[in-house]
């Protein structure tokens, strides 16, 4: 979606990516067997608990949608979908103008964000400015209606995963869905002489919209010994890809293979002074009254482990979704808890508005 996010200010120290170096330990065969089960326990429930969607009084009829579309919408966004002709409107059309038979564009929006822009207007969702609001011409249920038209004018969608699906990105624990952003995400250190992380990370789909290229540049500022320091980290470039999803059930499972560069200077603690390899599947599990689950296991393989040691990592947070204004906007409050390296762990409560 082309977007640019500030995700979040975990805690950790400089020179791990996202807190997750930072945040890892070895797991014994207990540990393991522990993460197993709870990951046995989460894929079960996902069978037998229905997955968290907008709640209809009725269901949305399509045929009434193509009424209100030809009605109204047919005016600026065609009969195809695409976008009138440019000769036909009056407006010059802005680059976050949608084109609905783009899949890759429109399926990871879940229904609420289509429903939020035309109540609310593009501009309350973040999309085409030009977008009017429509919440006091139309009733709640045309929308419904218009809203299950237009996602018809996508005609892969099972091809894709959809955007109910796309959870909010944690602080720590790895999505599952694949995106198309640039996140720009800073984390400061709790504890010990001042310093700060700022990644910038470029996440982009390949091939399909069920795989992801991502590319994180850590930027690194540190007080050592009273002296200012900067430089940058270890560059990370992986590979994500989608590998299950159903919205009947509200699950999705991906794995992720990354290379950790060690292009950041280690004598400075910018980097682990070692080429890593980093596997880690993510799953993430939709549930009722709008909670939801997000599991990250991986593991941090260094080339040399003389200089970094192997070790595991094991995520889980428990969420919320509580929605202001028809779910114009939405709050998350959540609980997380990562293993850390030296058997400790940390427990968190946040609260993040996303636009």
Same mark, same amino acid.
């Given at each position: 979606?082309?977007?640019?996010?500030?995700?979040?200010? /975990?805690?950790? *120290?400089? *020179?791990?990516?996202?807190g997750?170096?930072?945040? +890892?330990?070895?797991?014994?065969?207990?540990g393991?067997?522990?993460?197993?089960?709870a990951i046995?326990f989460?894929?079960?429930?996902?069978f037998f608990?229905?997955?968290?969607?907008?709640?209809?009084t009725k269901?949305?009829d399509?045929?009434?949608?193509?009424?209100v579309?030809?009605?109204?919408?047919?005016?600026?966004?065609g009969?195809?979908?695409?976008?009138?002709p440019?000769?036909?409107?009056v407006?010059?059309?802005?680059?976050?103008?949608?084109?609905?038979?783009?899949?890759?564009?429109?399926?990871?929006?879940?229904?609420?964000?289509w429903?939020?822009a035309?109540v609310?207007? *593009? /501009?309350?969702r973040?999309l085409s400015?030009?977008?009017?609001?429509?919440g006091?011409?139309?009733?709640?249920?045309?929308i419904?209606?218009?809203?299950?038209?237009?996602r018809?004018?996508?005609?892969n969608v099972h091809h894709y995963?959809l955007?109910?699906?796309?959870?909010?990105?944690?602080?720590?624990?790895?999505?599952?869905?694949p995106?198309n952003?640039?996140v720009v995400?800073?984390?400061?250190?709790a504890?010990?002489?001042?310093a700060?992380?700022t990644d910038?990370i470029d996440?982009?789909?390949?091939?399909?919209?069920?795989?992801?290229?991502e590319?994180?540049?850590?930027?690194?500022?540190a007080d050592?010994?009273h002296?200012?320091t900067a430089?940058?980290?270890?560059i +990370?470039?992986?590979?994500?890809r989608?590998l299950?999803?159903?919205?009947?059930t509200?699950?999705?499972?991906?794995?992720?293979? *990354?290379?950790?560069? /060690?292009?950041g200077?280690s004598?400075r603690?910018?980097g682990a002074g070692?080429?890593?390899?980093?596997?880690?599947?993510a799953?993430?599990?939709?549930?009722?009254?709008n909670?939801f689950?997000?599991?990250e296991l991986?593991?941090?393989?260094p080339?040399d +482990?003389?200089?970094? /040691?192997?070790s595991?990592?094991?995520g889980?947070?428990?969420?919320r979704?509580?929605?202001?204004?028809?779910?114009g906007?939405?709050?998350?409050?959540?609980?997380r808890?990562?293993?850390?390296?030296?058997?400790r762990?940390?427990t968190g409560t946040f609260?993040?508005?996303c636009?």
């Open positions: 979606m082309g977007k640019i996010g500030l995700v979040g200010y /975990p805690v950790r *120290g400089p *020179g791990g990516r996202r997750k170096r930072a945040s +890892t330990r070895r797991l014994n065969g207990w393991q067997g522990i993460i197993l089960s046995a989460v894929c079960l429930c996902a608990l229905p997955a968290q969607r907008l709640q209809y269901r949305p399509v045929e009434n949608g193509a009424k579309y030809k009605g109204g919408c047919i005016a600026c966004h009969s195809d979908g695409k976008g009138a440019m000769a036909s409107t407006f010059l059309r802005p680059d976050t103008f949608p084109d609905f038979t783009d899949c890759a564009g429109t399926t990871p929006e879940p229904d609420g964000n429903k939020a035309i609310h207007g *593009g /501009p309350s973040g400015q030009i977008m009017p609001a429509f006091d011409l139309l009733t709640d249920e045309q419904n209606d218009v809203v299950a038209y237009m018809g004018f996508c005609r995963p955007g109910e699906l796309n959870l909010p990105r944690a602080l720590v624990t790895e999505k599952a869905f995106e952003e640039i995400s800073t984390a400061a250190s504890s010990g002489a001042p700060w992380t910038v996440e982009r789909t390949i091939i399909d919209a069920r795989t992801q290229l590319t994180d540049v850590p930027v690194n500022y050592q010994a002296n200012w430089g940058f980290g270890d +990370t470039l992986g590979v994500k989608e299950f999803s159903s919205l009947r509200g699950s999705i499972l991906s794995v992720q293979g *990354g290379f950790l560069l /060690p292009t200077d004598k603690g910018f070692t080429t890593q390899f980093e596997p880690f599947a799953f993430d599990q939709l549930f009722r009254e909670t689950v997000q599991t991986g593991a941090d393989l080339v +482990t003389s200089v970094a /040691p192997r595991m990592r094991w889980r947070r428990l969420d979704t509580i929605c202001w204004g028809g779910c906007r939405r709050w998350w409050s959540f609980w808890r990562v293993t850390l390296r030296r058997g762990r940390r609260c993040r508005r636009r």
